[in-house]
């Protein structure tokens, strides 16, 4: 049975065929040319045979010209890739002000609900493609964001970078027949409870979408904790697998690192540490010719000890370990790999205030 399709009167039959003559964009051309040939009386089917389109294709392109009149006529995809504009500068700058907000109703700004934004301000229809094309004319980016304790002192954190250098300076003066190391140590715990990290898979069959991966896991609560030791400047490292923490742990721990670097009359360790309880304990034994340096509170963004951790969790994450020793040994095999990578460490334990150099001082402070 043939299929006739309705059209609502937007347009006559002779203004759609002067669109179908006018218009120079080839897709919207096309479109119009069936819509007077619908306007005519043909079938979609004797359309198909003329234009080349399916008949499902012209009905679909019927219902948006019912439904928005000629807007619906309008190829959206090429109005993205050819930039034309869609806001002007004045709402652009709206957009810009609401990108800064929280999004509405508990979601998260992307193509979507920039979209749905754009759609309800214009009021009017907005494909998702357009959304993403806004965000990134306007130079948006997804990034993580940067952890800060809600209680950490800002003050206090710029005063420790610019104390930092001037107390090692102090240091390397008060023993002028030694060399001056500053390394920073801290504690990371791992266990049996499972680390899961994303990974890139690749589809099985070429042209289909991948699986998601399967990850073995099991649910357990024994821990260890991993002590690492790190001279950013170097990308030297110190590794300490540990059961617990405590102030009789620490000590021997500052003993064992104090022979391993070679602390000594003619190399004096100055050691940035966090607060914890078991650190600045005045039961703690410190080694001769090391000085421990304290960060402010709640500061664990100056602690490059702390960007270690993603580097010797690779081999923890997404894997199964029958017992806390099988964990311990594959640990301790990728500490010892890492040391023979010191450009690795650097890169990631070197921040751009950190003293690379420690100069001693050359004769009396200026006013």
């Given amino acids: 049975m043939a299929r006739y399709i309705h059209l609502e009167p937007h347009l006559s039959a002779d203004e759609l065929a002067r669109r179908y003559r006018d218009t120079k964009d080839p897709v919207e051309r096309s479109r119009w040319h069936f819509l007077w040939l619908l306007a005519r009386g043909l079938t ?9 389109y399916s008949a499902y294709w012209i009905g679909r392109i019927a219902r948006r010209y019912n439904e928005r009149g000629p807007d619906g006529v309008k190829d ?4 993205v890739r050819s930039g034309r504009r869609l806001l002007t500068t004045a709402q652009q700058d709206a957009l810009l002000v609401v990108l800064g907000e929280p999004a509405p109703q508990h979601e998260r700004w992307n193509g979507r609900t920039v979209a749905e934004w754009i759609a309800h301000y214009l009021a009017r229809p907005v494909c998702r493609q357009l959304g993403w094309a806004y965000l ?4 948006a980016r997804l990034r993580l964001p940067r952890p800060r304790h809600v209680h950490a002192d800002l003050q206090a954190q710029a005063d420790f970078k610019q104390r930092l250098r001037p107390l090692l300076r102090a240091v390397a003066t008060a023993f002028p027949q030694a060399t001056v190391e500053l390394w920073a140590v801290d504690e990371h715990r791992i266990g049996l409870k499972p680390l899961l990290r994303k990974v890139w898979t690749l589809p099985t069959v070429p042209g289909q979408r991948p699986r998601r991966p399967i990850a073995p896991v099991e649910h357990r609560y024994a821990w260890r904790y991993l002590v690492g030791f790190v001279h950013p400047a170097s990308g030297r490292t110190v590794w300490h697998l540990a059961t617990t923490v405590n102030i009789e742990l620490f000590s021997v721990e500052l003993e064992a690192f104090a022979q391993q670097v070679g602390a000594s009359p003619t190399k004096q360790i100055v050691l940035v540490l966090d607060g914890a309880g078991w650190h600045d304990s005045p039961k703690v ?3 001769e010719y090391v000085h421990l340096l304290f960060l402010p509170p709640h500061s664990p963004e100056l602690q490059p000890a702390e960007h270690l951790w993603p580097l010797t969790n690779t081999v923890l994450v997404n894997r199964h370990f029958a017992t806390i020793e099988e964990l311990e040994d594959a640990q301790a095999e990728r500490c010892v790999a890492l040391q023979g990578h010191p450009d690795l460490i650097r890169s990631a334990t070197r921040f751009s205030w950190w003293p690379q150099r420690i100069h001693r001082r050359q004769g009396p402070r200026r006013s």
């Avoid at 979609?44 to 080349?52: E, L, M, S, V």
């Avoid at 990134?136 to 130079?139: D, E, H, K, S, V």
């Fill in 44 to 52: 979609a089917k004797a359309i198909a045979g003329i234009t080349g």
């Fill in 76 to 79: 959206q995809r090429h109005r």
């Fill in 136 to 139: 990134r004319r306007l130079g």
């Fill in 285 to 287: 034994r410190v080694p």
